[in-house]
């Protein structure tokens, strides 16, 4: 067996781009289909999604995540993610301490505006109470 060192730390860092003494990343949760749904982008945007949700779990926010508007804040985040004219979007909230919970992936549609469709935003709000409900039920536990 071999004595940890400060080169066994950088290593670390450089691998994974985490010191030795950060918290393990949060879990992710998912609300729905919203996983399911994920399985279905194609490879590109899906690992886009992919990163912008790992930078969730370690405290950051990706460049390609911007808050959601209608929710009053930073706390509902949406990825936005292209591929040959397509769009594809995840919205995910991190106002819970302990978890990220994904709400909702789904491919924009309409060429009109960049507005998220009324029926998107009803799907994304219900789903949202159901993560409130999670959590609170998780922290009775």
Excluded at 30 to 51: A, F
Excluded at 93 to 121: C, N, W
């Amino acid at each position: 067996m071999w004595a940890h060192s400060y080169l066994d730390d950088l290593f670390i860092y450089m691998y994974n781009g985490m010191s030795v003494e950060e918290a393990a990343p949060k879990p992710v949760r998912w609300v729905g289909r919203s996983l399911d749904d994920l399985r279905t982008l194609p490879d590109e945007p899906r690992r886009e999604v992919g990163h912008a949700l790992f930078a969730a779990q370690r405290g950051e926010t990706d460049p390609a995540a911007k808050p959601l508007k209608g929710f009053g804040g930073a706390g509902v985040l949406e990825i936005v993610a292209w591929q040959q004219g397509d769009t594809w979007r995840a919205v995910y909230t991190v106002r819970f301490e302990d978890a990220i919970y994904v709400l909702h992936v789904f491919q924009k549609k309409s060429k009109k505006g960049i507005a998220t469709p009324a029926r998107e935003m009803d799907l994304i709000r219900r789903r949202l109470a159901e993560a409130e409900r999670d959590y609170k039920r998780r922290q009775v536990q």
